[in-house]
């Protein structure tokens, strides 16, 4: 990442826009809260789109994928595919670790160059940023508060093995490999509980939004 691709959340063209970081576990709800905030007025970015796009064909990071993964890491329609890249390095941290520095700092890079586009078309916004690793990848300093989506992992297990027809193994699996949700609680300026009712969630999420309009106006910048 070059200096000037760091975001510094004070930028003057920045104005007084609200970047609020969207996390939670898998599948405990972040894209339907996010959906929700939309709705009430807030612009979203979401980071799995943005992986999704600096891995493109022709994207300088596809070429460095490729070059450090090998071919069996291209699909038969030659873009990257993600599900084998997702296998090789599930149980490997180094090279884990060798993606993640190649496709980061461009996720980063293009964060903020679509924060900086949606300062200047509105300068009071709240911008969601969707990311579901904000605080295991230390992308902390992104966003000028957090928002953790919680429902209890046995919930998670169940609506993970609906959403995408897996086993309770292969779920279960996928939540350990992950934080877990109760220490990103923890973490987490903003807490909507989404285990009951999408009714009741939507509840808490109007609540949520108030609150950060009224805490806007009070005092210009501050949540
Ligand atoms: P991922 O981590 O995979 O991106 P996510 O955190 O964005 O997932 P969603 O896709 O919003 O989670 O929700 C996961 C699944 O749970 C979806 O099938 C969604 O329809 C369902 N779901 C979300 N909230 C509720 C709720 N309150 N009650 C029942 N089902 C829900």
Same mark, same amino acid.
Not at 18 to 30: D, H, M, N, Q, R
Not at 191 to 218: C, D, F, H, M, P
């Given at each position: ?57 022709? #994207?300088?990071?596809?070429?460095? +994928? =490729?070059?450090? &993964?090998?071919? @069996? /890491?291209?699909?038969?329609? *030659?873009?990257?595919? !993600? ?17 993640? #520095?190649?496709?980061?700092?461009? +996720? =980063?890079?293009? &964060?903020?160059? @679509? /924060?900086?586009?949606?300062? *200047?078309?509105?300068? !009071? ?30 919930? @998670? /297990? ?66």
């Amino acid at each position: 990442m070059g200096p000037g691709d760091s975001l510094d959340l004070f930028l003057p063209e920045m104005g007084d826009l609200l970047i609020l970081g969207v996390t939670g576990g898998i599948a405990s709800g972040k894209t339907t809260v996010a959906h929700m905030l939309a709705e009430l007025g807030a612009r979203i970015i979401d980071f799995d789109l943005l992986a999704r796009d600096v891995v493109r064909p022709g #994207e300088p990071a596809f070429g460095e +994928i =490729v070059g450090r &993964f090998g071919d @069996q /890491v291209v699909a038969e329609d *030659g873009a990257l595919d !993600r599900k084998r890249l997702s296998g090789l390095v599930f149980c490997d941290p180094q090279k884990r670790k060798m993606l993640e #520095e190649i496709t980061h700092p461009r +996720i =980063v890079a293009a &964060f903020v160059r @679509q /924060v900086r586009e949606m300062a *200047g078309k509105n300068p !009071r916004g709240i911008l969601l940023a969707v990311i579901p690793l904000l605080f295991e990848a230390g992308l902390r300093h992104l966003v000028h508060k957090t928002l953790v989506v919680y429902v209890p992992p046995g919930e @998670q /297990v169940e609506r993970l093995m609906r959403r995408d027809r897996i086993t309770r193994k292969e779920a279960g699996r996928i939540l350990r490999a992950q934080m877990p949700i109760q220490e990103k609680v923890g973490m987490a300026d903003f807490v909507i509980q989404n285990q009951g009712e999408i009714s009741e969630t939507r509840r808490e999420v109007e609540a949520l939004w108030r609150r950060l309009e009224e805490a806007r106006k009070r005092t210009p910048g501050a949540v």
